[in-house]
């Protein structure tokens, strides 16, 4: 099993000339102009927000699906992502540090109402950082 | 610009129904303009608040159904879509399309077709509604609320105890709404003690998956006074959004589009939070009720909690909120809420509210689509 960040997709966010940063990028950024660069999430920690362990969950989800909404600091900057706990029982709280560890398949892209083709099915969890 | 009058409302009975799209819509319009005393063929916009018959039923074009339905031809229909906030973004529409002189009479009719689905269905055709960064992580709107409670209760030091509270406020006050889907008063230790379903959320805490329909009649209040002497005047409405992907906000307490959107009614009424006699607020989650009463301005920011445990929005407190029995008990067809949620104010300003009746001359209804990613808020005034 490897997840050495080099070997996977990055996670990407844009970063716009005013210094800002969003996950996911957008065509337009907060400060009203196009993104200047990208930046790879994937390469830093992020802290817990906020999470929740979802029970209800859609066709093709896991389930219980655990979820955190978690705020990288990108150099003094932050910006926040939300993801998959690795951890389908809740190991983290509010304040916990966490890194991001790719999944090649985050839900079932067959079962669900949103067309396959339309978007990506990979992307990263979030774990306890050790 | 004259002013907007509501001169008649309906709503169907919620639940799980027999009926299809077309003849839930039917159901409630025809009901609407048996309320006003006016024909059909004095229609001149028709408007459809749906968010997804066709991903639910396989039924499009709506609009033009209903507009046969109700001999309405050749009245201009269309469809609004802001999914769960459809019902408030088709009240904005009626009000427009009458304040801008197009219509002299605007019927508005919200329904949707759902409880045919399974809940998971169901909950994936809402949450289809997320970004793509969102959706491949299995996020659905209850698994938002659960997030934004479980912040809630620690950033503002709120017992879990006061979420059960909105829910058994709510269930309460839907036991005298003939139209509610659930009659039935819950206790606080049912509601507590119910399955989890996001953590620190529970069943209770949720709005069921409903079937329903529900319909209001625009008019200038000139025309209005051609049909009764007691009617309600749209005095504000504002429409806003706030971010697609959720946790982009800056405080995920705070409902950007509930702040911006109440200021624009806020600003067109000349009224502010302290002149509002009854509201309905969007409590698709126990959670909502608590953000929206803040960001309306009537509580401090962290204080919605500490309202309803001290009885504030009950029916009888100072500021009654979701007399109707709200989304949690009432149902929550996606396009009807916001259309129901006005019928219960236009009911309690022309006292005609039955055993919800509260004194009330100001009401607002506040309308979340998403997860707060679009809101309408209107003010509605009784003329009496």
Same mark, same amino acid.
């Given at each position: 099993?490897?997840?050495?960040?080099?070997?996977?997709?990055?996670?990407?966010?844009?970063?716009? &000339?005013?210094?800002?940063?969003?996950?996911?990028?957008?065509?337009?950024?907060?400060?009203?102009?196009?993104?200047?660069?990208?930046?790879?999430?994937?390469?830093?920690?992020?802290?817990? @927000?906020?999470?929740?362990?979802?029970?209800?969950?859609?066709?093709?989800?896991?389930?219980?699906?655990?979820?955190?909404?978690?705020?990288?600091?990108? %150099?003094?900057?932050?910006?926040?992502?939300?993801?998959?706990?690795?951890?389908?029982?809740?190991?983290?709280?509010?304040? %916990?540090?966490?890194?991001? @560890?790719?999944?090649?398949?985050?839900?079932?892209?067959?079962?669900?109402?949103?067309?396959?083709?339309?978007? &990506?099915?990979?992307?990263?969890?979030?774990?306890? @950082?050790? | 610009?004259?002013?907007?009058? $509501?001169?008649?409302?309906? +709503?169907?009975? !919620?639940?799980?129904?027999?009926?299809?799209?077309?003849?839930?819509?039917?159901?409630?319009?025809?009901?609407?303009?048996?309320?006003?005393?006016?024909?059909?063929?004095?229609?001149?916009?028709?408007?459809?608040?749906?968010?997804?018959?066709?991903?639910?039923?396989?039924?499009?074009?709506?609009?033009?159904?209903?507009?046969?339905?109700?001999?309405? +031809?050749?009245?201009?229909?269309?469809? $609004?879509?802001?999914?769960?906030?459809?019902?408030?973004?088709?009240?904005?529409?009626?009000?427009?399309?009458?304040?801008?002189?197009?219509?002299?009479?605007?019927?508005?009719?919200?329904?949707?077709?759902?409880?045919?689905?399974?809940?998971?269905?169901?909950?994936?055709?809402?949450?289809?509604?997320?970004?793509?960064?969102?959706?491949?992580?299995?996020?659905?709107?209850?698994?938002?609320?659960?997030?934004?409670?479980?912040?809630?209760?620690?950033?503002?030091?709120?017992?879990?105890?006061?979420?059960?509270?909105?829910?058994?406020?709510?269930?309460?006050?839907?036991?005298?709404?003939?139209?509610?889907?659930?009659?039935?008063?819950?206790?606080?230790?049912?509601?507590?003690?119910?399955?989890?379903?996001?953590?620190?959320?529970?069943?209770?805490?949720?709005?069921?998956?409903?079937?329903?329909?529900?319909?209001?009649?625009?008019?200038?209040?000139?025309?209005?006074?051609?049909?009764?002497?007691?009617?309600?005047?749209?005095?504000?409405?504002?429409?806003?959004?706030?971010?697609?992907?959720?946790?982009?906000?800056?405080?995920?307490?705070? +409902?950007?589009?509930?702040?911006?959107?109440?200021? $624009?009614?806020?600003? +067109?009424?000349?009224?502010?939070?302290?002149?509002?006699?009854?509201?309905?607020?969007?409590?698709? !989650?126990?959670?909502?009720?608590?953000?929206?009463?803040?960001?309306?301005?009537?509580?401090?920011?962290?204080?919605?909690?500490?309202?309803?445990?001290?009885?504030?929005?009950?029916?009888?407190?100072?500021?009654?909120?979701?007399?109707?029995?709200?989304?949690?008990?009432?149902?929550?067809?996606? *396009?009807?809420?916001?259309?129901?949620?006005?019928?219960? $104010?236009?009911?309690?300003?022309?006292?005609?509210?039955?055993?919800?009746?509260?004194?009330?001359?100001?009401?607002?209804?506040?309308?979340?689509? *998403?997860?707060?990613?679009?809101?309408?808020?209107?003010?509605?005034?009784?003329?009496?």
């Amino acid at each position: 099993m490897s997840d050495t960040p080099t070997e996977n997709p990055p996670m990407k966010a844009a970063r716009y &000339a005013d210094g800002s940063i969003t996950y996911p990028p957008h065509p337009i950024g907060p400060d009203g102009k196009e993104p200047v660069e990208t930046v790879d999430l994937s390469e830093y920690t992020a802290t817990v @927000v906020t999470w929740t362990t979802s029970t209800a969950t859609p066709p093709g989800v896991r389930e219980p699906n655990s979820l955190a909404i978690v705020e990288f600091d990108v %150099d003094g900057e932050p910006v926040r992502a939300i993801g998959q706990l690795e951890s389908q029982d809740t190991d983290v709280d509010i304040g %916990d540090d966490v890194e991001p @560890v790719y999944a090649a398949e985050l839900r079932d892209p067959d079962a669900g109402i949103r067309e396959k083709e339309s978007q &990506a099915w990979d992307g990263y969890r979030f774990r306890p @950082v050790e | 610009m004259e002013r907007v009058a $509501i001169i008649g409302a309906s +709503m169907t009975q !919620f639940g799980q129904r027999d009926a299809w799209i077309r003849e839930l819509l039917a159901e409630a319009g025809q009901a609407c303009l048996d309320d006003a005393g006016v024909a059909p063929d004095a229609i001149d916009h028709l408007y459809v608040s749906n968010m997804a018959s066709g991903e639910f039923e396989g039924q499009t074009g709506v609009p033009n159904a209903l507009a046969h339905d109700l001999a309405a +031809m050749p009245a201009y229909t269309a469809r $609004i879509d802001q999914t769960s906030s459809s019902g408030g973004a088709g009240t904005y529409a009626a009000w427009q399309s009458v304040a801008s002189g197009a219509s002299e009479m605007t019927l508005l009719v919200g329904g949707e077709k759902m409880t045919h689905r399974t809940t998971a269905e169901s909950t994936d055709v809402i949450a289809s509604l997320t970004h793509p960064v969102e959706y491949k992580h299995g996020v659905t709107l209850p698994s938002f609320a659960g997030l934004t409670a479980r912040l809630y209760l620690h950033e503002y030091d709120a017992p879990r105890e006061s979420l059960g509270k909105v829910a058994v406020k709510n269930h309460k006050n839907g036991v005298d709404n003939p139209h509610a889907q659930f009659r039935k008063e819950v206790d606080l230790d049912t509601v507590l003690d119910s399955p989890v379903v996001a953590d620190p959320l529970r069943l209770y805490d949720f709005c069921p998956i409903t079937d329903g329909s529900a319909a209001l009649l625009f008019c200038p209040e000139s025309v209005a006074r051609e049909y009764t002497d007691e009617y309600a005047v749209v005095s504000g409405i504002g429409g806003a959004t706030d971010t697609h992907v959720v946790h982009e906000r800056a405080d995920p307490t705070t +409902m950007g589009g509930v702040v911006n959107s109440s200021e $624009i009614a806020y600003e +067109m009424a000349d009224l502010g939070p302290e002149d509002i006699d009854v509201a309905e607020l969007h409590d698709m !989650f126990t959670i909502l009720e608590f953000l929206q009463s803040e960001d309306l301005g009537f509580f401090e920011k962290g204080e919605g909690w500490k309202a309803v445990e001290d009885g504030v929005t009950d029916r009888d407190g100072e500021l009654p909120i979701n007399t109707s029995g709200g989304l949690k008990s009432k149902g929550h067809p996606l *396009g009807a809420s916001g259309v129901a949620q006005v019928y219960e $104010i236009y009911k309690q300003l022309t006292r005609d509210a039955g055993d919800r009746q509260v004194d009330a001359d100001v009401g607002l209804a506040c309308n979340v689509g *998403g997860f707060g990613n679009c809101v309408t808020t209107t003010i509605l005034e009784a003329e009496r």
